[in-house]
């Protein structure tokens, strides 16, 4: 088993920054590929980026690329996402996700085992 709590979210103005943390806990963390999803109310939950076990590997969304990054410490079992540029399209709720049986990063929800409960980011125009 593996437990993620996610933290960070808050309102933000559009333009602004915003850094999440998902701790983890349970598992070899540096055996995790973590990916964020979010979900913003009325629409299904969509893949916002993953990285790789070694943190030297990243994958975004199209809708996000070049205005946020994905990091990780895995002395802190911990990863981030580091939102700038922020539009009020990007308001949702953030998840962090967790693929222990996988050998590669995914964009599907469906080869995530593990999730977080989830954290608010809501961005003002």
């Known amino acids: 088993q593996v437990q993620l709590v996610e933290s960070g979210g808050r309102l933000v103005q559009a333009g602004g920054s915003l850094r999440l943390s998902c701790v983890a806990s349970?598992?070899?963390?540096?055996?995790?590929?973590m990916g964020w999803f979010r979900q913003a109310p009325g629409k299904e939950r969509e893949f916002v980026g993953a990285i790789s076990w070694s943190g030297g590997s990243t994958y975004f969304a199209d809708s996000v690329k070049g205005r946020f990054t994905i990091s990780r410490d895995n002395a802190k079992n911990t990863v981030y996402l580091q939102m700038n540029s922020l539009k009020p399209e990007d308001t949702a709720v953030y998840y962090c996700?967790?693929?222990?049986?996988?050998?590669?990063?995914?964009?599907?929800?469906?080869?995530?085992?593990?999730w977080g409960q989830g954290t608010q980011v809501t961005v003002s125009s």
């Open positions: 996700a967790a693929d222990w049986t996988s050998a590669t990063m995914s964009a599907s929800e469906y080869e995530y085992d593990y």
């Open positions: 349970g598992r070899t963390f540096s055996r995790l590929i």
